[in-house]
């Protein structure tokens, strides 16, 4: 097969960023990006964007250690190049405070972000309402610009981008070889996935740009992470939540926890409010699936899933679907020259 057709559906980070990886591990391949939304109008126009691990119950540590390494060394170079401002991606250092130290001291991924050690008691002086805290420093996807940076590279890499909601993976059979499916939360729908649910969030964005540290309460619930144009203000976890709508009350809240915090925010100016579903599962659904119709057969890669995490492991799994996808196109292969026998 000289130039498989593959169409990846979803155009959030997963998507674009799968697809980048497709077209430059596989570069025979045509790739067709179709999605519902673009950027602005995704998830991941919403998240924070910080390269801070969650945990995914149902994946090996070792493997999400992996899709982290892997994505902070991609990020970290074009951190350091001249891309890097129009890419969004920067360095950001901070703490994350607990209130009692945690179980674990020595996250699975402080070999990989930078200068990772334990507060001294004078930094711990700055947030008197905590004990104990994790000095570091990470990276930061500006969320917007990063995804236009994508999307940039996939049309300089002869990738077409079309709007198209797609009701099932079969309206693409015959149209393409192999489909990707990178839809996030609307994979729910799409392939009738009940195992993957919303965790609702609100955050804010507002502009202080004297705050440079980012800040990260241990238990995930409240931070504050500075981005190059707004600061992102968080935040909230409401499972199974699919309510698009920002709530005045959670504003307040998150405000005031954010200030109580860092109490220079109290002067921060244009507040903007976002809420965005994130795409949970117990782990990230990478796999390869053949499915079949009346004798017909359709090759798909899953890749949706991401939680709360997407950015911190986006080109780990991107990584995977596309060898996944070279399977895919080495059982084709396979298929055709023995149909020639
Ligand atoms: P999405 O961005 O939702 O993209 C899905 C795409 O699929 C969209 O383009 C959609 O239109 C398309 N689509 C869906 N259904 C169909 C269909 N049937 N046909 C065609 N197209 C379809 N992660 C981090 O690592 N660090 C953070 O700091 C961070 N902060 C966050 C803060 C908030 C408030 C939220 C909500 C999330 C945060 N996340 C963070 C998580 C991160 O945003 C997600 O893991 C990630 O954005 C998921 O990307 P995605 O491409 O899978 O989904």
């Known amino acids: 097969m000289a130039s498989p057709r593959v169409a990846v559906v979803g155009a959030g980070l997963v998507g674009l960023s799968t697809a980048l990886r497709i077209t430059e591990a596989l570069p025979s391949c045509r790739v067709t990006i179709l999605s519902e939304q673009f950027s602005p109008n995704t998830t991941s126009d919403v998240a924070a964007g910080m390269l801070i691990p969650h945990t995914y119950p149902g994946t090996p540590i070792h493997v999400q250690k992996q899709w982290f390494k892997e994505t902070f060394t991609y990020l970290f170079a074009i951190s350091s190049s001249a891309e890097a401002p ?26 990989v972000v930078l200068g990772f050690r334990s507060m001294s008691e004078a930094e711990l002086q700055k947030f008197p309402q905590h004990k104990y ?9 500006d969320c917007p610009p990063y995804l236009l940076w994508l999307e940039n590279r996939l049309k300089a890499n002869g ?12 309206e693409l059979h015959g149209e393409y070889d192999i489909v990707v499916n990178c839809a996030g939360i609307g994979a729910r729908q799409l392939v009738g996935d009940q195992q993957l649910f919303p965790v609702r969030g609100q955050v804010l964005k507002v502009h202080a740009p004297w705050v440079k540290n980012f800040v990260r309460d241990g238990d995930g619930s409240t931070y ?8 992102t203000l968080g935040g909230t976890r409401e499972k199974d939540s699919w309510h698009l709508s920002p709530d ?28 965005g579903l994130r795409p949970s599962r117990s782990h990230v659904r990478l796999q390869r699936e053949v499915l079949s119709r009346g004798g017909a057969k359709l090759l798909v890669v899953h890749n949706y899933g991401h939680g709360a995490g997407g950015f911190s492991v986006h080109r780990g799994t991107a990584e995977e679907a596309a060898r996944l996808v070279a399977e895919c196109i080495a059982a084709l292969q396979g298929s055709l020259s023995r149909a020639k026998l």
Not at 96 to 104: A, G, L, R, S
């Open 86 to 111: 129009e890419a969004g991606i920067h360095l950001v250092s901070g703490w994350q405070v607990f209130k009692n130290p945690p179980k674990d001291e020595v996250p699975f991924w402080s070999d």
């Open 133 to 141: 805290g994790q000095a570091f420093t990470t990276l930061k996807c």
């Open 159 to 170: 990738v077409h981008l079309h709007t198209r909601k797609v009701a099932d993976l079969w």
């Open 224 to 231: 504050i992470y500075p981005g190059v144009h707004s600061i």
């Open 248 to 275: 005045s009350g959670t504003t307040k809240d998150i405000f005031d926890r954010c200030c109580s915090l860092e109490p220079s925010l109290q002067r921060a100016q244009d507040i903007r409010v976002k809420v």
